[in-house]
């Protein structure tokens, strides 16, 4: 068994089997529910474990585009003004992303915590612009 096949304890296998407060969406591709990490928002998930967004297949990517858009207009219509969409992969075996309802005081505290980390890193511009290009080249 490898890490890739370990669903006894994923919490993203465990939504769709009463590991979530609320299951809003299952289909063969994703699963959408509320967390019990962050019930102030949605997570949007691969029902498949891979190791993050650049690992989709290429029928997951096509579907995460008009599912999280249909997610976020109905989380605009029924809950928030705005919804963040955030995907960290650190903790979980899935591409998941968290459709975060806006929330002031959360917001403010992140991006200032975003822009004094960026402040840290300043001296290494010349570094992330040299990436941005090779990457630009990349995709050519
Ligand atoms: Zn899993």
Redesign the pocket.
């Known amino acids: 068994m490898t890490a890739l096949d370990a669903?006894d304890n994923?919490s993203?296998?465990n939504l769709g089997q009463g590991g979530a407060k609320t299951v809003v969406h299952e289909d063969d591709l994703f699963v959408v529910a509320q967390s019990h990490r962050y019930p102030w928002g949605l997570v949007i998930a691969t029902q498949r474990?891979n190791g993050g967004f650049w690992t989709m297949t290429d029928e997951e990517a096509a579907a995460f585009g008009p599912l999280t858009r249909r997610v976020g207009q109905a989380m605009v219509k029924a809950w928030t003004d705005q919804v963040y969409l955030a995907a960290f992969g650190e903790e979980?075996?899935?591409f998941h992303g968290m459709l975060l309802v806006r929330n002031v005081a959360v917001s403010e505290a992140a991006h200032g915590a975003m822009y004094e980390q960026l402040a840290l890193l300043e001296p290494r511009e010349a570094e992330a612009h040299a990436r941005a290009e090779e990457i630009r080249d990349l995709l050519c």
Do not use: D, N
Request: glycine letters at 0%.
């Open positions: 669903t994923c993203v296998c474990h979980v075996l899935h």
